[in-house]
């Protein structure tokens, strides 16, 4: 089985665009709301502490995807504009190790 086809990689890529999005912070605020209605008691300082390393995660993790999205944009942008570079234009749909594989490829064929 190839990795592009392994159900681990891809759910560990839609695991990760999914906590890029608004709703990623809905769901830390409804979990620290439970925290507060079922076991105020250890919602301390570590606890807090906790959930702001979640919330910081959550943010780092959005600013990282827009600049990602951006990024292919302008790409996707330049690749329309050369019909050369048409061969590599679905490789954004590929898991992260065959992206890695492709560019190994092309890095050892220059």
């Known amino acids: 089985m190839s990795m592009a086809n392994h159900p681990i990689t ?3 890529t839609s695991i990760g665009t999914l906590t890029s999005r608004p709703a990623a912070f809905l769901v830390l605020l409804a979990y ?3 925290w507060v209605v079922f ?3 250890s919602l301390n300082w570590h606890g807090a502490a906790t959930l702001s390393t979640w919330a910081m995660t959550l943010f780092i993790q959005r600013a990282e995807h827009r600049d990602t999205q951006a ?3 302008k790409l996707d942008e330049m690749l329309r504009s050369n019909s050369a570079a048409s061969n590599i234009t679905r490789i954004d749909d590929e898991e992260p190790e065959e992206i890695e594989k492709h560019r190994s490829r ?4 220059d």
């Open 10 to 12: 891809s759910l560990l």
């Open 32 to 34: 620290a709301a439970l």
């Open 39 to 41: 076991d105020r008691e």
């Open 71 to 73: 990024i292919h944009a």
């Open 106 to 109: 092309t890095q050892q064929g």
